[in-house]
């Protein structure tokens, strides 16, 4: 019988597909938005230039190539109410910027990511306010 793998581990894989679609060409990051019964996707993001201009970054300075962090395009696409308890996936560990974006979507309980970021502040400014942060090791 096939292993059946976790919720996680299919919300991170997903995380990962849907970083294939960065046009960053630093880094590719993806995120996937969820409930927390696991049953609903509200929202994916990857990181890249706007929409409508070109799918190139803008500059070639690493940390301010002039792309859209995966994590502020998928809060974008949220429509679900802030009252709607969220759980994040990640393919990286937000900036400290991103974590105040996740922070204002509201109702986000927990975020997991894969890889580490050279900058970890995000995750003091997250447990702050009572989220939940962990690397994901499956």
């Known amino acids: 019988m096939q292993e059946r793998p976790s919720f996680e581990e299919v919300y991170m894989q997903f995380a990962e597909t849907?970083?294939?679609r960065s046009t960053c060409k630093r880094l590719s990051v993806g995120t996937v938005i969820t409930t927390i019964d696991y049953r609903k996707v509200l929202a994916v993001g990857y990181n890249g230039n706007a929409s409508g201009l070109t799918n190139s970054c803008d500059r070639e300075?690493?940390?301010n190539c002039g792309c859209l962090h995966s994590?502020?395009?998928a809060v974008i696409n949220c429509d679900a109410p802030r009252e709607?308890?969220?759980?994040?996936f990640v393919t990286h560990l937000p900036c400290a910027a991103c974590a105040k974006r996740l922070i204002n979507l509201g109702n986000v309980e927990k975020i997991v990511y894969r890889n580490s970021y050279r900058k970890t502040d995000s995750i003091s400014v997250l447990e702050t306010v009572g989220i939940k942060v962990h690397q994901f090791s499956g």
């Open 61 to 63: 300075e690493p940390g």
């Open 84 to 88: 709607t308890k969220k759980f994040v």
């Open 71 to 73: 994590e502020e395009n």
């Open 18 to 20: 849907i970083a294939r």
